[in-house]
């Protein structure tokens, strides 16, 4: 068990990319529970991920970073996220993006 403690925050971008992909599920392809269920889905693979979000490998990008990408699956899409030192054994896990797998991630991330 990790003795560092995560607060969580997301960046505007990150609502408008989901926002856009629950509109489009909503309102285009006409799946009111197909966006919820994702919604949902969305949130609590966030939440689950929280306590332990330096566990996974990170994501080797192409971009210099000062902090490295984390990724999170959930269904057709990938949530990125960084963490960020606040203090001692304090950190931020900060979501930045989430991209439905079929758009170029290179261009995004």
């Known amino acids: 068990m990790s003795d560092v403690e995560y607060s969580l925050s997301y960046l505007p971008l990150f609502y408008d990319d989901l926002e856009?992909?629950?509109?489009?599920?909503?309102?285009?392809l006409c799946n009111r529970e197909a966006a919820n269920a994702l919604l949902d889905d969305v949130e609590a693979a966030i939440l689950?991920?929280?306590?332990?979000?330096?566990?996974?490998?990170?994501?080797?990008?192409?971009?210099?970073?000062?902090?490295?990408?984390?990724?999170?699956?959930?269904?057709?899409y990938t949530i990125y996220y960084v963490v960020i030192p606040t203090g001692p054994k304090k950190?931020?896990?900060?979501?930045?993006?989430?991209?439905?797998?079929?758009?170029?991630?290179?261009?995004?991330?």
Do not use: C
């Open 48 to 76: 689950d991920r929280l306590p332990n979000a330096e566990a996974f490998e990170p994501f080797h990008s192409k971009k210099m970073r000062k902090y490295p990408y984390y990724r999170i699956y959930v269904k057709n």
């Open 91 to 109: 950190k931020t896990m900060e979501v930045r993006r989430i991209l439905h797998n079929l758009q170029d991630r290179d261009k995004y991330v």
């Open 20 to 28: 856009s992909h629950v509109m489009y599920i909503s309102d285009v």
